[in-house]
């Protein structure tokens, strides 16, 4: 187990040099020279190649990188061209908001989707069962920015029960989760429900009936155990899904959140930050599905990982 | 029955409803099971031989339904037992092993915690006496090196041993009654004697009676005492074992004898029963087997005999050995001339 840990924490070296020359690269890609936009469109040309040499812009493209990625294992993300200050001080606070966010989705729609997809098998074509699979179908089919925007509209402006935007306090917290983990609700749910169908009618269900076991244990201990080997592959994609998703939930409640940070610095061209962030939510994305990779062997030991 | 019986099931109906159609997958079936005695079950794919077992312990899944008809064990009718009466009896006074060893155990679980669930729901064991009881259980049937099997995965063992372990699951808690359904039905020629084996050898350590549902007579010749033959959801010939084979009544059952290989008697060549088993939807009015019996006169086609009595523990289904039977009277359904006299 720990052989395997550690291995895949090397196949995750190939993976970040791959993430940071694609980082990297778009930077160069995208049109306008950022010295120039430091300076200002003003500015005489001797500042600009002055702010060139400080930034290492005309070193060769390999030399770049390497420093790109040198500073980064050292913890500098560069400097934000437009608060002049280190991008990590700009970005730690906005990355433990959005994680938070993410974490609470998540932790929401894995029980909810959970319980309703067991709820859906166990009484399969049930009225239950259609309810919620319709409710599921909605939840997924729902831009998730417009479910916040109704949600705000009902609960925070029609009923005042939560304050319609920012994040830290608990009423804050709660409509911004719902919104963002909606969608993982409802994936979960269907994911669940089919894998439990499936697992339901094999034959150690039988096995486990003709020994006299409680139909709530075989549900929830034998059937389970089982029918959560794809469901927690979805977990994880899904992880991926909702941080992209945590971009429009923190716009829409004006959240602080790496999202936002994000789509200001997109809008004001400020590269290092842009940088940063897509780096951080890549890293986050692979470090997730690592630990769903781990998860599959304590769900199933015959998944040999050594290969 | 002279015998004390331990299990009589009377009049069973078993049916499946599928878009408003009934079909009638087990109908009407009687047995029963002498104690210390193994019944078999013999019939072909879709006779309702599994259903029925199936039936007894009431694992029946939707769209299934038991229709009608007592389950007696011990004298008491299962069918008025509740779910939690019946949990009771399950794994503890009967236990079943099933077909396929390969799906039939947990893939997630060791077989220690798989054989312990048992051990803990009907008595009460706790995690090292129980684990304890695994691997003497193991132990028990035959499986090498039971201690460290116990921690085991099913995938990490072969059919057979698999069906071991799936035997050792069932009789963990001294069940009174076995039923084995089609046991070796998936395994090599060589497991399949050595499980049989092992099924008797146990019989009669531990007294059981046991229920062995197959489609091979051969098994049958080895391990059964006493035979119903199903066809078509009815059981057509009830008798003991050696009647059966040296003088089947129903034309189905001598037809079965003749398309298998003996060596107890002298045969020419193997004749296969013509034509086939017919559809849940086209069942014929009378007889189920007249379409595809020799013998059949109108009488057979238009109506339905019962099982009667012919004394000596023998019952058969079949209009033959009636009184109201309406072709050749010398009729000779089991053609004894090709049998040897050595007996």
New interface residues.
Partial sequence: MTVFIIRRLFQLIPVLIGVTILVFLMMHATPGNPAQLMAGENAPPETVELIEERLGLNDPLPVQYFDYVTGVIQGDLGTSMRYNTPVIDEVAPRFLVTIELAVYATILSIFLGLIAGIISAVRQYSVADVSIMIIALFGLSMPNFWLGLMLMQYFAVNLGWFPPTGWGSPGQVILPVITLGTAGAAIIARMTRSSMLEVI????I?????????ERIIVYK?AL??ALIPVVTVIGLQFGALLAGAVLTEEVFAINGLGRLLVDSINNRDFPVVQACILIISVVFVVVNLLVDISYKF????IDLND | MSQESILQVKGLRTSFFVGGNEVKAVDGVTFDVPKGKTLGIVGESGSGKSISALSILQLIDSPGEIVDGEIKFKGENLLDYSAADMRKIRGNQISMIFQEPMTSLNPVYTIGQQIREALKIHRGLDKKDGTEKAVELLELVGIPSPRQRVTQYPFELSGGMRQRVMIAMALACNPELLIADEPTTALDVTIQAQILELIKELQEELDMSVVMITHDLGVVAETCDYVAVMYCGKVVEYADVNTLFKNPRHPYTVGLLNSLPRSDVDQEELIPIKGTVPAPHEMPDGCRFAPRCPFATDLCHSELPNLDDLGKGEQVRCWIYTDEWDGDPEVKVHEPEKRTSED
């Fill in positions: 009618s094999q034959d150690y039988r096995t486990a009936r003709a020994k006299g076991v409680k034998h155990k089982n769900l199933n030991k015959r």
